[in-house]
């Protein structure tokens, strides 16, 4: 009977922090395979895992060890961690192929929470003292009347000549962010002003009045600029 009544005695193999409770208190559990778990326990919170969910796209570019930095939606701060495992187990939603990625991180002061969403940007690649360019560059098409009479093949950027002809030179990008492209084995374009893109009367006249237009912001109605107030309605 003292054998019997030590078993009814649950007690964690480890210290640490009850996050779930399954069951309450003068229920009956069994110990089987499919027993419900009696308590979720996180034995430290001071170091934390977040998983996440990677496109297959983009899992290439993912190894262990790279730095991570996320923000969770109860802080207004960045946290920093490393890639320490990268799961083989794929899942597929709406025909989107995802693998899980899961990121060790320090947790300052035990601000972060289990369960807590976050949002990371993985460094895939640095590189540090290289020369750069704009990536609209890159995707600059010259109209039909400015092109070279000989265009090279490949990925080109356009200069402007001295006789006001466009110049096609071709160039072998590096790791690239979406706003900038490295270039490679390009020190003699370091400091040269590459073509974005043609300029339009609106952005001439912003540049000449010494402001800035976004082409993108909502379009407002003009109000009389006599009386300073909205033209009457018609009848």
Same mark, same amino acid.
């Given at each position: ?126 590189? $540090?003292? *290289?020369?750069?360019? #704009?990536?609209?560059? &890159? ?5 039909? @009347?400015?092109?070279? /009479? ?22 072998? $990008?590096? *790791?690239?962010?979406? #706003?900038?492209?490295? &270039? ?5 374009? @370091?400091?040269?002003? /590459? ?41």
């Amino acid at each position: 009977a003292k054998a019997d009544l030590d078993y009814c005695t649950i007690r964690s193999p480890v210290n640490g922090f009850v996050i779930d409770r399954k069951v309450e208190e003068g229920e009956t559990v069994v110990s089987s395979y499919n027993a419900v778990p009696v308590l979720t326990i996180a034995e430290d919170l001071k170091t934390v895992w977040v998983e996440a969910t990677v496109p297959e796209a983009d899992v290439g570019n993912i190894q262990v060890g790279q730095e991570v930095t996320f923000t969770a939606d109860a802080y207004r701060r960045k946290f920093r961690g490393k890639v320490k495992q990268v799961r083989r187990a794929h899942t597929t939603t709406n025909n989107v192929v995802t693998y899980p990625i899961i990121i060790e991180a320090e947790n300052p002061d035990e601000m972060l929470f289990p369960g807590m969403t976050a949002t990371l940007s993985i460094e895939t690649a640095r590189v $540090e003292d *290289v020369v750069v360019v #704009s990536a609209a560059a &890159l995707r600059f098409r010259p109209k039909e @009347e400015d092109r070279p /009479a000989e265009l090279p093949r490949g990925r080109k950027l356009f200069f402007a000549g001295a006789d006001g002809k466009l110049e096609a030179v071709v160039v072998t $990008e590096g *790791v690239s962010d979406g #706003s900038f492209t490295e &270039l490679l084995n390009a020190e003699a374009l @370091e400091g040269k002003e /590459a073509v974005v893109g043609y300029e339009t009367p609106a952005t001439l006249a912003a540049k000449q009045g010494g402001e800035t237009t976004n082409p993108f912001a909502p379009k407002f109605p003009q109000r009389n600029k006599n009386k300073g107030t909205a033209p009457e309605p018609k009848r």
